[in-house]
């Protein structure tokens, strides 16, 4: 089974909406993170957020929020006022086991998605 | 303060050579991890390296080998490069204090004929 679910291939927003791209993950460790990376043409992966499973508060970065559902294994990333700069592909991320120590951090990431902002 | 930087940005190879790409970490990071992007996918994990030993790895075959330096950078080779190695491959590091942050490098485009 796919461990991270991104279902929507390309998606279009008008510029200053708000959208909301989908992340669904599967994982049985208790301890896990979850981050979205953002990859514009140039190819450099920029990290935008991280929500911890034992969070009690979606996390929120700018404009950058997570929608947190643990037990629908879901954790779509919000973002506000979209901007022309926002075109990118995004990318949903999982890390199994605890936030530190000797188990190392390896990141399964999704298809992604193609976020376009039109004017 | 510099993020991980990567060298060197584009390479061209023929089946069969061998190359070598080079990370530098982030400063005060001291675990290094290779990805393999082709194009239109997702990255995919190759392999970690903290304390100069590799701490994990992906699903790749032996040609794809690395080394981390006592200075925390590292280098990922691959041996008989195949057309199918073509690729973007990014390096992250991390603190193993912390795994609540990777950040990545820019990248090296690898292209194989």
């Known amino acids: 089974a796919q461990k991270i679910t991104q279902t929507q291939p390309g998606m279009f927003v008008q510029e200053k909406e708000a959208v909301t791209l989908d992340c669904t993950y599967d994982t049985s460790d208790p301890s896990y993170g979850l981050f979205w990376y953002k990859q514009p043409s140039s190819g450099e992966m920029i990290f935008l957020i991280y929500q911890g499973s034992y969070d009690q508060q979606n996390a929120t970065e700018g404009r950058y929020s997570l929608n947190f559902q643990k037990a629908r294994k879901s954790a779509n990333l919000v973002i506000s006022a979209s901007q022309l700069g926002d075109s990118a592909m995004y990318f949903c991320a999982m890390r199994e086991g605890p936030s530190y120590g000797n188990a190392g951090n390896m990141l399964t990431f999704g298809g992604g998605t193609r976020l376009m902002v039109k004017p | 303060d510099a993020g991980v930087t990567q060298s060197p940005t584009h390479l061209i190879k023929t089946r069969g050579q061998q190359v070598t790409l080079r990370c530098s970490p982030k400063?005060?990071?001291?675990?290094v991890s290779w990805y393999q992007q082709a194009l239109g996918q997702g990255p995919q994990f190759i392999f970690q390296?903290?304390?100069?030993?590799?701490?994990q790895r992906g699903n790749f075959p032996d040609r794809f080998s690395g080394h981390q330096f006592p200075n925390y950078s590292s280098e990922l080779n691959v041996n008989a490069l195949l057309l199918g190695d073509s690729a973007l491959y990014l390096c992250a590091s991390s603190s193993g204090d912390s795994y609540n942050e990777q950040f990545f490098g820019p990248g090296t485009r690898l292209t194989v004929l």
């Open positions: 390296y903290y304390e100069e030993e590799e701490r």
């Open positions: 400063s005060g990071h001291d675990t």
